[in-house]
């Protein structure tokens, strides 16, 4: 720890998502102390957790020591832990891990907590739906989707064996696309070869989505170039039909279709992480916090807040989404305003600089927009979005690892990753007889 | 499924360890309907689990699904699912998965279910003590020691963090020796730095060990070896000191000397796996089934028994070790047994080809007794281990993927993946103010 006579400023970044992360480096080796808080000791690269989910790549690959990304950078403190309690008159957060509570005073603060899946009212929903929100989510659908496989070939009657294939999900935009183009793969290529059942075990994707398209943010040409490839890798998608119930083995929609399934997948929606409930601060519908063009939380000048908790207007009246490169923009900027106030210097606003978007939908299928201007799809879109995620993957190992696994499923079409590693807690074995 | 007027002999496989898979690759291609049936969807390469304990290896580099193994091999079909009930009468086995029951004649029943964790009486330390049996296990392990740092760096607590980063193995074999050199490197050379907690995290790995020495079956000069080259590395070694208590935050042995400790890894042996419990079937004391030299269990001429679970003296009348080349030599000469009975053919005697033992304690130290011959201790030893392991490992992509994360750990000391993954049930969301 820093001993010095005259400290330096504290700031604290609740939250090792792509915000917090970028505010993090842009402070590292600055005349600040930085504390990074999170719930979990790793970052998650949340572009490929449904790559986890359908067993192409280890846990591992997609997760990162935060410790280790901050190693050699003095100023930067980690700590593991979940925010309590946020007191801004006093200007201190309160952590806690398991029974140890920990109260942090601080001169700065960031908000970087992200978003939560959202389910517009139907919170019974969540009871029966996976997530692809965490890492744990991943594994959690991924051993779920691998023991039913198990259980279907275990039985010959026809109608159970449809529900434990029949996968639906719920939601047509980037994340609903690759799951589900994922997961027809790993159905069709890769299960279903394996299991020599009799009759073949046949599995089914669906895609559901409320609006009369996919990929809401994108123009029609690449909406259109999305659902033809969702629908040739064999995805079966239901436009214009909410789901208005989720039990535990089936899903109804609007026009009254009922898919007998075990597996929901929900993908339809996020709001902002209610981590930050007991601020007193202006919200929109969403829960995000608003915030002024230098992301400071509207009423709090030390408050900032970026990435999907932050709700901002672009100079159209838009808000900017919650994707990613906003998050890193944010986080950089708001470290950047931090070094700026206690230099005495204005805050700078934010300008969003957009290099489009991309989604895939499968081997060799995608759609991009490269700067919202040059429309890509299939193969060139899918290899732009492979070296993006590739480039953009923290650290060396993790990079060559997924390389060589990309690879690897990409020529043979094989998922090794294919374990059900239940974490259940261990009991006493019976009693041997003697 | 294959269609035949004159059906094949039927041979269930129980258990898809070493002896199990040898059993079955043997029987691949051959005029047997083979059916492999283990609780899990994949094969556990056991000698490298402390690797993912310690953070060295990612869960998938280790597990391997067995589906894959036999895929292309259409005679070997695979289930994955509990045996409830043998019935040698009526040549059925019964097997369950969650709800469903089902059952399976067999000609030939092959029994390889191992061993487990052996308490010696004392079944109340296993509430207490961390095994290296499983997969689970070794996550667990995983996640529990990473938190009890996170832990450590939030209390200023002399004695608290002593406790919270004291570690003890218990047992002087090959898995407890492995298990503590790899846990005080990863202590000591990765997390240690990453804490930068004031004062210092001081992390201490203790082996405590029954006898007066360490690898009970190698020569006198490898087991003097072994311990100083633990000891060298910073493993605080206690001999001749039995534990004679275990609780939630100390563990205490017979000279009266008590280690404050979260963390007790229990390698101190294994005993036949209880799951055979149904059986009328003589047993050694530690529960293995007696075979006859031609692998049937003793009094049942269709019943094979291989690895782990078979009891056989070998000429000298020591019985058989516990070691994968015993399990995976009589899985194959179990399986050749059951196609001579098949031919009308007389069994053949097992005959143990052995090739020595190894065990390593950590980077660049082991111990490795060739042939029973030749002894080599340090560098020579690990680079041999290392070699053996890298062949033996199942998969050209496990092989690739591990080879690229031992060269980056060996060259960094970095542990990549070194991430808590709690797979505890989601709750719903606190709900949100607004």
New interface residues.
Partial sequence: ?RQSPHPWPKIVVLGAGFGGLFACRALGHKDVDVLLVDR???HTFTPLLYQVATCAL????V???I??IF?GV?NI?????EVTRIDTGARLVEIR??D?L?QEPYDYLILATGS?AEYFGH?DF??QAF?MQS???A??LRNHI??LF??A???QDPAQRAALTTLVVVGGGPTGLETAGALHELYNHVLQ??????PPLHARVYLVELQPYVLKPYPQALRQAALEQLRSLGVEVLLSNPVVDISADHIRLQDGAVIPTRTVVWAAGV?AS?LT??LDAP?SPD?RLHVLPTLQVVGHERLYAVGDLAYLEDPRGQPYPMLIPVANQQGRLAAGNILRHIGGQPGAPFRYHDRGMMATIGRSRAVAWIYNRLPLSGYCAWLAWLGLHLVTLL?F??Q??VL??WM?NYFTY?R?????????R?S???????
């Fill in positions: 720890m979990l000791n790793y280890d846990p591992g690959e997760a990162y020591p410790r280790s190693r003095p403190q980690v700590v593991m832990g891990l398991d140890i920990r939560v919170l969540r009871q997530e890492l744990s989510d594994v959690s691998l023991r198990e259980r070939a275990y039985t070869e394996e299991f020599s059942a009799s709001s209610p409930g007991g919200r829960g650290g190992r993790n060559l690892v060589v696994n690897w094989d090794s990753v294919r374990i059900i590693l239940d974490q259940e261990r006493p074995p019976p009693a041997r007889q003697e």
